[in-house]
């Protein structure tokens, strides 16, 4: 839809203030950005939902910032109960999941407070925690691991918190938990399923004895499922253990081949490190017939498949078109492609550092894509 003169007039005055201040870069953006914040003031939406607008917009500015010299490296998110005390049996196994996500190449990232947190962050050390605070009145103290950080980032509010928690993460661990853990977890679940964000690791651990998630997999199974509120492939969006151990290797695995992927037009991309065999791409085609439009799956260079990107071009693309609704079988999918017989042996496989440069997440979710609102990762990027 074109802009209205008044609209297009303002505009060009805030492109080219941006362009006296010497600002290049996503200029158009930016000015967009301005653009909307005079619109905002000409709305007359009163002070308390401009004070809301500033805040949240700054808390946003200065995450991403923050985050900004670390997007290089894979990150996972840990949420569990902050009344975890430190002799508690899944006390003990988050410091054993932070530590071996931590040696495995992984940065953890918490809420920062007591309890589950702090241990996440007491295995993981200080330099590969992530602190992502939020301010309340009762029960949320910084832990003593990330306190005084640079990496620790205040928030007001929660819908801010989350974007980055999601936003900024490769893997979702939820230990045992109240209120917080569960919501975190089911909005995870939901983008997740929905499309609207890319898939990747949900992880449900609990200390051996513990049977937290196998009572509330029956819960899923028994009132979601067996109603047809949820399929039975949405279960499969998430893995449940008491190792540690178990639950970072399950992360490493579902990053062993896959590493991302992005839509152009029609066409979904699978970026992947080892192509499927003749044999194996038929095999796939005939077992996901039904999420692939028109059945047919080609393997296409970056070249091919990307035209004018320059993401891990090294890397072969797995081409077809997504029906955009089976987002539990895309993720079959992409298990299926994480233990391809072809596949060399799997290694360590730590996320490397610095892969696809500092400047942007080997994820690719450093960016909003621009269809169908916000989103963390879909169409367009």
């Known amino acids: 839809m074109p802009m209205r003169p008044a609209d297009h007039a303002v505009f060009e005055k805030c492109t080219g203030f941006l362009r006296e201040l010497g600002i290049d870069n996503d200029r158009e953006i930016a000015a967009e950005m301005m653009q909307s914040i005079i619109k905002l003031v000409h709305d007359d939406p009163g002070r308390g939902e401009m004070k809301l607008m500033m805040r949240s917009f700054k808390e946003l500015r200065y995450a991403f910032k923050i985050f900004k010299p670390y997007r290089g490296r894979r990150k996972i998110s840990m949420f569990g109960s902050a009344r975890t005390a430190p002799d508690n049996s899944n006390y003990i196994s988050a ?68 974007l980055v928690f999601v936003k900024e993460t490769h893997a979702i661990v939820l230990y045992p938990g109240g209120f917080g853990t569960h919501d975190e977890g089911f909005e995870v679940l ?32 028994r009132q979601l499922m067996a109603d047809g509120l949820i399929s039975p492939e949405d279960t499969g969006l998430y893995f449940i253990t008491d190792d540690p151990r178990a639950g970072v290797e399950h992360i490493q695995r579902f990053y062993r081949n896959y590493h991302s992927l992005r839509y152009i037009k029609d066409d979904l991309i699978l970026r992947i490190r080892h192509a499927p065999t003749p044999a194996e791409l038929a095999a796939l085609c005939d077992e996901f017939a039904d999420i692939i439009v028109g059945g047919t799956m080609l393997v296409r260079s970056s070249i091919e498949a990307d035209m004018d990107t320059a993401l891990v071009p090294e890397m072969p693309r797995l081409m077809f078109r ?20 072809s596949l060399p042996p799997m290694e360590s496989e730590a996320p490397r ?6 400047e942007v997440s080997d994820r690719n979710v450093g960016h909003i894509a621009e269809e169908e609102g916000i989103k963390l990762a879909g169409p367009g990027i």
Request: hydrophobic residues 45%; positive net charge; glycine residues 12%.
């Open 322 to 341: 997504f029906d955009r609704r089976s987002l539990a079988r895309l993720r079959l999918l992409i298990d299926r492609l994480n233990t391809l017989p």
């Open 95 to 162: 410091v054993e999941f932070g530590r071996l996500s931590a040696q495995a190449g992984f940065m953890v990232i918490t809420g920062a407070g007591g309890g589950i947190m702090a241990a996440g962050h007491e295995g993981a050390g200080i330099a590969s925690s992530f602190g992502v605070a939020i301010r309340l009145p009762f029960e949320q103290r910084t832990n003593a691991v990330i306190e005084g950080d640079q990496k620790l980032i205040h928030f007001r509010y929660f819908f801010s918190r989350k």
């Open 353 to 358: 550092s610095g892969e696809v440069g500092a």
């Open 190 to 221: 939901t983008l997740v399923q929905t499309g609207r964000c890319d898939p990747l690791p949900i992880v449900l651990i609990a200390a051996k004895g513990d049977d937290y998630w196998q009572a509330w997999d029956q819960f899923v199974r």
